[in-house]
């Protein structure tokens, strides 16, 4: 069984397009695992959608779906956040918005649990402190959880009532045991943020009868020029075109 472990996707078509090639290349897979954040920041809502919609899947909502479809007020974000899902939400036509006001906040599947944020706060908290990844290891029921939002590609593990992280890195493949609960972060597909400007994925691969699987993490690059200027020719605020050539 192999599955894309996506998230944060934000509108960015030549992102999610070159990630879809990255994972193509490599032999394919059975599904996407999206954990959130398919619009907002990037030009190309309508396009990331229906690519997603087209392909075998199972997706959850972030603050940015949130914030399009009303579930979010768009004026707890900043301003070029907030100004993108303004604009966001006008593109979107009636069939677009139902598809995202539909996705559920949390999913269970297998052995693991899927939530954007994290499980004491699922659209919006960041799991990137202790306090915080103590508190989703409280409430997780599965050996595994995978979330998105903060745009870092990490791993939180338990030892003795700490949890302690680390980056991935795509030399590292992640050998998974159920005895050993995680959280871990594919990254960020359409904006990283961690000064790596190339998409960020995981590839989950699960052999029959052998253990849990492994996490193997990508990145890829992509036309960055070509969606900055998409950016920029939609009237979005240039910061959101700059700071992919930054990965920031
Ligand atoms: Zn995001």
Redesign the pocket.
Known sequence: MRALILS?I?SNLEAFDAVLDDADALGGYDVIWFLG?LV?YGADPGACIARLRRLPHVAIA?N?DHAVTGKLNPDLFNGAARAAALWTSAQLTGDERKYLAGLPEVRQAGPFTHVHGSLRDPALEYLISEPAALATFALLETPFCLV??S?YPLVWTENNGRAGVELLAPSRPLQLDDQRRVIVNPG?VG?PRDGDRRASYLLYDRAEGAGAGTLHHRRVEYDIAAAQSRILTAGLPGSLARRLSEGL
């Open positions: 944060d934000h954040d907002g972030g940015h998105g939002h745009h960020s904006q």
